[in-house]
């Protein structure tokens, strides 16, 4: 119960991180092109924040590069502090960016010490992280190039493309890795770039057993 548990409190803080990011072209986790921008040892934390939670501090770093079926891959993880219940929670992905079927091809996850790899076809992750066509930002009609801008956030100053959509605004540089995202606002969420990250390792050491979807009564998504 208490790795199904952690493994809720995991997939909720993504139900919050990644629609945020999608929402500016951020983890559709495939084909960005201009925007996504995989530098392996570097990353950034964002400190984001929705109208109905307190703020969350977020870590996204490019740890390894990997070949799948003939294509290069990317391993970005993903982690932040969960205060209720102690501890760091850590999950990478395997991102796939090119060819015919881009998109997260492998996904671990870090709980209690023990580190599980969780098949991507089962239905506990379908909606949560699914294949998602290649998204270039710079070329979606539904967002309008307001031209540069300077801005300043925690982590300093940037030159930024200032990027407006019916669901907010978002301020982008290729300077940043992976994602590119400085700052964006929507009506319902924030999140600011805190930091930078250089010399980014996988926190993700041990062994890595095969999750078993009957944690959860036979592979149904978590409440």
């Not at 993504?14 to 559709?28: C, I, N, T």
């Not at 949560?128 to 801008?149: C, V, W, Y």
């Amino acid at each position: 119960m208490r790795l199904a548990r952690q493994c809720a409190a995991l997939l909720a803080a993504l139900s919050l991180a990644l629609p945020m990011f999608a929402q500016f072209g951020g983890p559709r986790m495939s084909g960005m092109n201009g925007v996504f921008h995989p530098v392996v040892g570097q990353g950034a934390a964002y400190q984001m924040q929705d109208r109905n939670g307190s703020p969350q501090t977020m870590e996204f770093a490019v740890v390894g590069k990997e070949d799948f079926q003939g294509q290069t891959g990317y391993w970005i993880e993903l982690s932040f502090q969960d205060s209720r219940r102690g501890g760091e929670m850590v999950m990478k992905t395997l991102q796939v960016m090119e060819g015919p079927n881009p998109g997260p091809k492998r996904m671990i996850m870090l709980m209690n010490g023990q580190a599980y790899e969780f098949p991507m076809n089962s239905p506990m992750m379908a909606g949560r992280m699914g294949q998602n066509a290649p998204h270039d930002i710079t070329g979606d009609k539904s967002f309008t190039d307001l031209g540069t801008e300077t801005i300043t956030v925690p982590a300093g100053t940037f030159v930024c493309h200032h990027y407006k959509s019916a669901d907010g605004d978002a301020w982008v540089t290729d300077k940043i890795s992976p994602w590119g995202l400085v700052k964006s606002v929507s009506k319902d969420s924030s999140m600011v770039l805190a930091r930078q990250i250089t010399d980014a390792k996988t926190k993700i050491t041990g062994p890595v057993k095969p999750f078993d979807p009957s944690a959860f009564g036979g592979g149904q998504r978590p409440n």
